[in-house]
C-alpha cells in the first residue's frame, strides 16, 4: 500500500505541475493512456478529444461497471507557492481533477494486480469538465456502443469535508446551470442633460434587483433555486451616460420546470422594465450543465460499498447548487456520483490556493475499487 501511496502521489504532483484546459489535455491524457497501457490494460485514447477509455476484464460475467475521473484544469493563477505548483502560468488544477485522475489510475492498479471481481471495468478520464463539454463529447464519439457499460460511478473532492468522509445522495444532488445575459439599449448621453437620451444605467440597475423576485416571489419555496447576477457592464464614461449595458448571471435549478420558470420570468421582467424606461431588451439564456441525478438504488449501494473504506458515509446528505457534467452521462446509463473528503483545511474549489489533498488519495482509489467490486460481485448471480 505504501508503493501505491507513493506512486499516486507521484502521479498527482506530476499532473499538478502541468495542468491543461479542457479538450486541451494531450500531455494529461499521454500519461493516463501510457500509465495504463504500463498495467496491462487495454487502452482507447481520443476518445471525444482528448478523453481516455480503458478496459478491465476478469472472469465470465458480462456486466460492465464505468468508473469516471476528469483531467482538465481551469484557468486561474496559482498561489500555493508548493514544490508542485503549476509550471504554466494562468492555468492551475483549482478543482483537483489531478487529484480525481491519480485516485482512478490507483484503482485501475489495484483491480489489474489483484483482481477480485467478475465482469468488465471500464476507467473513463474525460476531457473539459469545467466547462460541461467533455462528457457529451464522448458519448457523440460513441462512447457507450463502443465500451457499453451497465452503470457508471463519479466522484468528486470535497474542501471542508474530513479526509476518508463521504456524502452522496438518491436524486438530485447537484444542479442544472443555466446562463444568461440581458443586453439593454437606450440612447447614451452627456451625463449632465439625461432627459435628451434613454440611459441605461438606470433600468439596468432596477433589472438587477428586479431579477432576485424569481426565486423569492416566482419559485415554488420547496424547489431550490438561486439566480445570481454576476456581471453589469455599460458602454458609458464617467461624465457620459450609458447607452448599452450588458446585465450577466448564473441560475442554478434541480427540475426543468424550474429552469423553464426561471427564463420566462427573466424575459418577462427584463420586457416589463424596458417598457417601463423606453429601452430596448434582448435576452439571451441558455442551459450548460443538466441537474446530476443519482440512481436511487445505486446510491445506496454506494453508501454500503463507500462504508467499507471510509471512516464515515452520509448517504443522505444535502444537494449543492454547483453543477457537474457527469450527469451527461446518467442521461443514458444510470449511476451514483459522490464526494469524498479533501480535509477541513482545503481551500475551496476554484481558489488560488487551492490544492488537492495527497492524503485522501488512497480513499478515492479505494471507493472507486470497492464499488467495482461490490457491482461486479464474484459471488453474485
Ligand atoms: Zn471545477
Ligand atoms: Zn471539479
Given at each position: 500500500?505504501?508503493?501505491?501511496?507513493?506512486?499516486?502521489?507521484?502521479?498527482?504532483?506530476?499532473?499538478?505541475?502541468?495542468?491543461?484546459?479542457?479538450f486541451?489535455?494531450?500531455?494529461?491524457?499521454?500519461?493516463?493512456?501510457?500509465?495504463?497501457?504500463?498495467?496491462?490494460?487495454?487502452?482507447?485514447?481520443?476518445?471525444?478529444g482528448?478523453?481516455?477509455?480503458?478496459?478491465?476484464?476478469?472472469?465470465?460475467?458480462n456486466r460492465?461497471?464505468?468508473?469516471?475521473?476528469?483531467m482538465?484544469?481551469?484557468?486561474?493563477?496559482?498561489?500555493?507557492?508548493s514544490?508542485?505548483?503549476?509550471?504554466?502560468p494562468?492555468?492551475?488544477?483549482?478543482?483537483g481533477?489531478?487529484?480525481?485522475?491519480?485516485?482512478?489510475?490507483?484503482?485501475?492498479?489495484?483491480?489489474?494486480?489483484?483482481?477480485?471481481?467478475?465482469?468488465?471495468?471500464?476507467?473513463?478520464?474525460?476531457p473539459?469538465?469545467?466547462?460541461?463539454?467533455?462528457?457529451?463529447?464522448?458519448?457523440?464519439?460513441g462512447?457507450i456502443?463502443?465500451?457499453?457499460f451497465?452503470?457508471?460511478?463519479?466522484?468528486?473532492?470535497?474542501?471542508?469535508?474530513?479526509?476518508?468522509?463521504?456524502?452522496?445522495?438518491p436524486g438530485?444532488?447537484?444542479?442544472?446551470?443555466?446562463?444568461?445575459?440581458?443586453?439593454l439599449?437606450g440612447?447614451?448621453?452627456?451625463?449632465?442633460?439625461?432627459?435628451a437620451?434613454?440611459?441605461?444605467?438606470?433600468?439596468?440597475?432596477?433589472?438587477?434587483?428586479?431579477?432576485?423576485?424569481i426565486?423569492?416571489?416566482r419559485v415554488?419555496?420547496?424547489?431550490?433555486?438561486v439566480?445570481?447576477?454576476?456581471e453589469?457592464?455599460?458602454?458609458?464614461?464617467?461624465?457620459?451616460?450609458?447607452?448599452?449595458?450588458?446585465?450577466?448571471?448564473?441560475?442554478?435549478?434541480?427540475r426543468?420546470e424550474?429552469?423553464?420558470?426561471?427564463?420566462a420570468?427573466?424575459?418577462?421582467?427584463?420586457?416589463?422594465?424596458?417598457?417601463?424606461?423606453?429601452?430596448?431588451?434582448?435576452?439571451?439564456?441558455?442551459?450548460?450543465?443538466?441537474?446530476?441525478?443519482?440512481?436511487?438504488?445505486?446510491?445506496?449501494?454506494?453508501?454500503?460499498?463507500?462504508?467499507?473504506v471510509?471512516?464515515?458515509?452520509d448517504?443522505?446528505?444535502?444537494?449543492?447548487?454547483?453543477s457537474?457534467d457527469?450527469?451527461?452521462?446518467?442521461?443514458?446509463?444510470?449511476?451514483?456520483?459522490?464526494?469524498?473528503?479533501n480535509?477541513?483545511d482545503?481551500?475551496?474549489?476554484?481558489?488560488?490556493?487551492y490544492?488537492?489533498?495527497?492524503?485522501?488519495?488512497?480513499?478515492?482509489?479505494?471507493?472507486?475499487?470497492?464499488?467495482?467490486?461490490?457491482?461486479?460481485?464474484?459471488?453474485?448471480?
Amino acid at each position: 500500500m505504501k508503493d501505491l501511496i507513493e506512486r499516486m502521489t507521484g502521479w498527482r504532483r506530476d499532473l499538478h505541475r502541468h495542468p491543461e484546459f479542457g479538450f486541451e489535455e494531450q500531455r494529461t491524457a499521454r500519461f493516463v493512456a501510457d500509465t495504463l497501457r504500463d498495467m496491462g490494460l487495454d487502452v482507447a485514447e481520443g476518445i471525444g478529444g482528448t478523453g481516455v477509455v480503458a478496459t478491465l476484464q476478469r472472469g465470465t460475467s458480462n456486466r460492465a461497471i464505468a468508473l469516471r475521473a476528469d483531467m482538465d484544469a481551469l484557468r486561474i493563477t496559482e498561489t500555493t507557492e508548493s514544490e508542485w505548483a503549476s509550471t504554466s502560468p494562468g492555468t492551475m488544477h483549482a478543482c483537483g481533477h489531478d487529484g480525481h485522475t491519480s485516485c482512478l489510475l490507483g484503482a485501475a492498479r489495484i483491480l489489474a494486480q489483484e483482481g477480485g471481481f467478475d465482469g468488465t471495468v471500464r476507467f473513463i478520464f474525460q476531457p473539459a469538465e469545467e466547462w460541461g463539454q467533455g462528457a457529451q463529447a464522448m458519448i457523440d464519439d460513441g462512447l457507450i456502443d463502443r465500451f457499453p457499460f451497465d452503470e457508471i460511478y463519479g466522484l468528486h473532492n470535497m474542501p471542508g469535508l474530513p479526509v476518508g468522509h463521504v456524502q452522496t445522495r438518491p436524486g438530485a444532488i447537484m444542479s442544472a446551470e443555466d446562463i444568461f445575459e440581458i443586453e439593454l439599449t437606450g440612447l447614451g448621453g452627456h451625463a449632465s442633460r439625461p432627459h435628451a437620451g434613454r440611459e441605461v444605467m438606470t433600468p439596468a440597475c432596477a433589472l438587477v434587483l428586479e431579477l432576485q423576485t424569481i426565486v423569492s416571489r416566482r419559485v415554488d419555496p420547496g424547489d431550490i433555486a438561486v439566480v445570481s447576477v454576476t456581471e453589469l457592464l455599460t458602454d458609458g464614461v464617467r461624465n457620459a451616460l450609458p447607452g448599452k449595458a450588458r446585465v450577466m448571471g448564473d441560475a442554478r435549478s434541480f427540475r426543468p420546470e424550474v429552469s423553464a420558470l426561471i427564463e420566462a420570468e427573466m424575459r418577462r421582467i427584463a420586457s416589463g422594465i424596458a417598457l417601463g424606461h423606453g429601452v430596448e431588451a434582448h435576452v439571451t439564456y441558455s442551459r450548460e450543465f443538466v441537474p446530476l441525478l443519482n440512481d436511487p438504488e445505486l446510491a445506496t449501494a454506494f453508501g454500503e460499498a463507500a462504508a467499507q473504506v471510509s471512516a464515515a458515509v452520509d448517504a443522505n446528505a444535502p444537494a449543492i447548487t454547483a453543477s457537474e457534467d457527469f450527469a451527461r452521462f446518467l442521461a443514458h446509463v444510470r449511476g451514483c456520483f459522490a464526494f469524498f473528503g479533501n480535509g477541513e483545511d482545503s481551500a475551496p474549489l476554484h481558489n488560488p490556493g487551492y490544492d488537492f489533498n495527497d492524503a485522501s488519495l488512497l480513499h478515492g482509489a479505494c471507493l472507486h475499487v470497492e464499488i467495482a467490486r461490490q457491482r461486479l460481485s464474484e459471488r453474485s448471480v
